[in-house]
């Protein structure tokens, strides 16, 4: 087994979850730690609630990487290259959800 330790948690990415709740109350979630929840009366308390117990978690843990040798998924990359037709089906799709693919950038405004 191939599991590199991660030696900076600078570079540790988490993702947190926004939402507001029918009650009005805010939810921050991190989908990443199970039970890693915050409610609050506004979305900047629930997120540095949340934030707080991110770095409690991970105090006293050790964060590990696996590397995975022969990823099944790069047998697909590229693997539409130059087909018309899926390029065609692809932009119909980004037409129908909207998706601005020059646009990689997501903001939630609290």
Do not use: Y
Not at 1 to 9: G, Q
Not at 69 to 95: S, V
């Amino acid at each position: 087994m191939n599991l590199l330790a991660v030696t900076s948690f600078n570079r540790l990415s988490l993702h947190v979850l926004v939402e507001q709740a029918q009650s009005g109350l805010f939810i921050a979630s991190v989908p990443e730690l199970p039970n890693c929840t915050a409610e609050a009366e506004t979305c900047d308390t629930a997120i540095a609630a949340v934030q707080e117990q991110v770095k409690a978690r991970l105090a006293n843990i050790e964060v590990l990487t696996l590397e995975v040798a022969n990823n099944p998924w790069t047998d697909f990359i590229g693997m539409f290259e130059g087909d018309e037709e899926f390029a065609d089906l692809a932009q119909e799709l980004r037409i129908e959800r909207e998706l601005d693919i020059n646009s990689t950038v997501w903001a939630f405004g609290c």
